[in-house]
């Protein structure tokens, strides 16, 4: 199969995880950059044309809270999953356990 | 460090946000990208090719900018633009019928063949751009500012299934065109027949009554065959490119006699034009309607052949 397409669906597989895997990491305060280094160690690898606006979309969403920390020479915005993050993220997680299991009933394969 | 590369590509991306969140918007995107910045030089890149990998990484500012502000990069989306596409070929009618009105009032008031299809051209040119622009443009606004309208407009229920393809639609398609039929037949004998005086003495016909001898029955015949297959048709149910066929022959046989006739001034009587003459002192009425008339006939019959063919394309039984 074509190395493109195979990419394309690979890539819709990771799309569908990184609003939770946000919300997860984002329990400590974490701000734009030092998230996308997180999130590529954690195996999450999103471009930065993404990750940003994303977090802008979160925090309008009411999903995450954010603050200027003027501590450091250079200000940086500190983002934090707000409450009706958590619970959000909570039920991603169930539903994403529940799909695992699901996928594991199809394919037979453990995890 | 030299900044003015990301100082640029911080200030273009903000052309495009609204006032009130460019600062946020300006602070955050430049820490982000000297954080980047910062990180690469210390993995050991030269400070200036460390620059130039995260701002290329970070993509066109414009796109960058439309993310932050959530601005859709499309101007009908796929919710409409089914209808749109429909809507845009059912009013090409419009640019058309204007057209052959031109030509014909073109050819009316005399005008040389180039003059002529220059005008055509034109006209057909001009309204085709003005009914895409204006469809387009409505169709675009409902699709940014009304997220309502365009729910609705773009949804689709069983209703809108349209009917066998080629089904012969008897309403639309058999009665009118028996009664187009029965209708020129009535011109063509009435017209042949002297019944009317035109002012004068005796009744004179409009048409060449000598005609009678052959022409006048050769194109009454032809009208009165396309009735008949008129009524193969309807019993068939659909179009065949057996009647497609036919209906060429039938359109030819009656369109090339009648343009003949009509181009050679062999078809009105010589009598009324002289009558006419007489009365008004000028026949320069002749030539513009026997014009008109013979780009009318073309027209139609190009179209009926056309229109066959394609319903018979469509009506074609499946394989297998």
Redesign the interface.
């Known amino acids: 199969m074509e190395n493109d397409a195979v990419e394309t669906h690979r890539q819709e597989l990771r799309r569908g995880t990184v609003v939770l895997a946000c919300l997860l990491v984002l329990d400590e305060p974490g701000y734009g950059y030092g998230l996308l280094e997180t999130l590529a160690e954690r195996g999450f690898s999103v471009e930065a044309n993404t990750l940003y606006p994303l977090l802008r979309r979160l925090e309008k969403q009411g999903l995450l809270t954010a603050e200027w920390n003027t501590d450091e020479s250079r200000p940086r915005k500190f983002y934090r999953t707000s409450d009706d993050g958590r619970v959000l993220a909570a039920t991603l997680m169930d539903d994403w356990k529940t799909l695992d299991s699901a996928l594991n009933e199809l394919g037979g394969q453990t995890s | 460090m030299n900044t003015s590369l990301t100082e640029r590509y911080v200030a273009a991306t903000l052309q495009r946000v609204p006032a009130g969140q460019r600062d946020?918007?300006a602070?955050?995107?430049r820490?982000?990208i000297?954080?980047?910045v910062d990180?690469r030089i210390a993995a050991g890149l030269d400070p200036a090719e460390a620059e130039r990998e995260?701002l290329t990484?970070?993509?066109n500012p414009e796109?960058?900018a439309a993310?932050?502000t959530?601005r859709p990069l499309q101007l009908i989306g796929p919710r409409l633009y089914l209808q749109w596409w429909r809507v845009l070929k059912l009013l090409m009618i419009i640019p058309v019928i204007v057209t052959i009105i031109d030509v014909a009032g073109a050819a009316i008031s005399g005008a040389s063949v180039g003059a002529i299809i220059a005008s055509g051209l034109g006209t057909a040119f001009t309204l085709a751009l003005h009914v895409v622009f204006w469809v387009t443009l409505t169709f675009a606004l409902i699709d940014r500012y009304d997220p309502g309208e365009s729910e609705r407009l773009g949804s689709w229920d069983l209703e809108n299934l349209p009917e066998e393809p080629g089904r012969v639609d008897i309403g639309g398609d058999i009665v009118p065109n028996v009664v187009f039929s029965v209708v020129f037949i009535a011109v063509l004998v009435l017209g042949g027949s002297a019944f009317a005086t035109f002012g004068g003495d005796e009744p004179l016909a409009v048409i060449d009554p000598a005609l009678w001898s052959l022409w006048l029955p050769v194109l009454i015949a032809a009208l009165v065959l396309g009735v008949v297959m008129d009524f193969v048709r309807l019993a068939i149910g659909r179009w065949t490119w057996a009647l497609a066929g036919a209906n060429l022959l039938v359109g030819l046989a009656f369109a090339v006699p009648a343009c003949w006739l009509l181009l050679s001034h062999r078809f009105l009587n010589p009598d009324l034009i002289a009558h006419i003459e007489r009365e008004t002192g000028t026949d320069a009425w002749v030539s513009p309607t026997v014009l008109v008339t013979v780009i009318a006939i073309i027209a139609v019959t190009t179209w009926d052949v056309i229109e066959a063919f394609v319903k018979a394309h469509r009506a074609r039984v499946a394989p297998g």
């Open positions: 946020d918007i602070a955050e995107l820490a982000s000297l954080d980047s990180a995260v990484e970070l993509g796109r960058l993310d932050y959530e």
